[in-house]
Each structure stands twice: as structure tokens, then as C-alpha cells.
């Protein structure tokens, strides 16, 4: 039987912008060969998520645990 990688992270950062609670939340998801990034931002009660693919190169990062500097930027981008 093959063994097939799974790995979830989710990380959750809140702070005060212009006197409102925004609360942002990253997550990464990896089963088998497929795996997701997306991030979600709670303002004023209302939720925008951006959500990609993770290509080749990162997955294979994730796997021998590097740091993958801006992982999340371009699902920002989506969100500005």
C-alpha cells in the first residue's frame, strides 16, 4: 500500500485596523498529490476568502519543511 502524505496548518492572527477587529486566518492543506492555500479575513462580520492551488515546487517544500517566504501574498493580493 502507498503511503500517501496528508498535512494540514492553519494559523489565525486578529488585530485592531482603523478601531475594527479583523481577524485573518491561513491555512495550507496537502492529501496525496493536491493540495490548497487560502486565506480568510472576518471584517465587521463579513468574511472574504481567497483561495489557490499550491504548485509543484511549494508542495515539495512543505514536504521537507522549509520556509516559504510569501506563501500567502499573492492570495492577499486577491483580497486588497
Same mark, same amino acid.
Given at each position: 500500500?502507498?503511503?500517501?502524505?496528508?498535512?494540514?496548518?492553519?494559523?489565525?492572527?486578529?488585530?485592531?485596523?482603523?478601531?475594527?477587529?479583523?481577524?485573518?486566518?491561513?491555512?495550507? *492543506?496537502?492529501?496525496?498529490?493536491?493540495?490548497?492555500?487560502?486565506?480568510?479575513?472576518?471584517?465587521?462580520?463579513?468574511?472574504?476568502? *481567497?483561495?489557490?492551488?499550491?504548485?509543484?515546487? @511549494?508542495?515539495?517544500?512543505?514536504?521537507?519543511?522549509?520556509?516559504?517566504?510569501?506563501?500567502?501574498?499573492?492570495? @492577499?493580493?486577491?483580497?486588497?
Amino acid at each position: 500500500m502507498k503511503n500517501v502524505f496528508n498535512y494540514q496548518s492553519t494559523q489565525v492572527h486578529s488585530d485592531n485596523v482603523d478601531g475594527t477587529k479583523r481577524v485573518r486566518t491561513s491555512r495550507v *492543506s496537502i492529501r496525496g498529490s493536491k493540495g490548497f492555500k487560502e486565506v480568510s479575513i472576518v471584517k465587521n462580520g463579513k468574511r472574504k476568502t *481567497s483561495k489557490k492551488k499550491l504548485s509543484k515546487k @511549494e508542495m515539495d517544500c512543505i514536504r521537507k519543511c522549509q520556509f516559504i517566504p510569501g506563501l500567502f501574498r499573492d492570495c @492577499e493580493r486577491c483580497l486588497a
